[in-house]
């Protein structure tokens, strides 16, 4: 592959995760609780760590990367994708969040099977894990803080 090859991928890589990080500064003008703002404002902060994590590997290459198993407890399977809006609830922002996480895990490990059998299935790989952990994190918040309460 060539460098100017590997440049376009990780920065399409990068454009995504751009996406993400505007999408929850964008969320959290909408949010009308503290609590609410600082949780979108530590989504932002994940999504800005692959920004770095992407650069990284543009600087220094692909190290080989061996992601772990990722429990998916499949919540937002039985989840209907909504837009954000200004009433939003915590509920509503969780289940945004885990829908974009989703996405973006899905968008990741079908460019890992496209790359199959070169370093660039292992960055889209790690990526994807990354965001599975993501998904993970607001199903678990969603299944404690949600679920318990119904």
Same mark, same amino acid.
């Given at each position: 592959? &060539?460098?100017?090859?590997? /440049?376009?991928?990780?920065?399409? $890589? +990068?454009s *995504? ?5 505007? =999408? ?8 009308? =609780? ?20 992407? #650069?990284?590997? *543009?600087?220094?290459?692909? +190290? /080989?990367?061996? !992601?772990?198993? +990722? ?9 209907v994708e909504?837009? !954000? &809006? !200004? ?5 509503d %922002?969780? +289940? %945004? $969040?885990?829908?974009?996480e989703? $996405?973006? *895990? ?7 099977? #496209?790359?199959?059998?070169?370093d660039l299935?292992n960055l889209?790989? *790690?990526? $994807?894990? #990354? ?12 299944? #404690?803080? %949600?679920?318990?309460?119904?």
């Amino acid at each position: 592959m &060539t460098i100017d090859k590997f /440049n376009e991928i990780i920065d399409f $890589a +990068v454009s *995504r995760e751009k996406e993400a990080v505007e =999408f929850y500064s964008d969320l959290q003008q909408k949010a009308k =609780f503290s609590a609410q703002k600082m949780l979108l404002k530590e989504f932002e902060n994940m999504e800005k760590g692959h920004i770095i994590i992407l #650069e990284n590997i *543009r600087k220094k290459g692909i +190290v /080989n990367f061996h !992601p772990k198993e +990722v429990k998916d407890l499949k919540i937002s399977d039985y989840l209907v994708e909504m837009e !954000p &809006t !200004p009433d939003m609830n915590y509920q509503d %922002i969780l +289940v %945004i $969040a885990m829908k974009k996480e989703e $996405a973006a *895990r899905d968008l990741y490990s079908n460019m890992a099977a #496209e790359f199959s059998g070169s370093d660039l299935e292992n960055l889209f790989e *790690r990526l $994807a894990s #990354e965001e599975a952990q993501h998904k993970l994190h607001f199903e678990k918040l969603y299944d #404690e803080e %949600i679920l318990k309460d119904n």
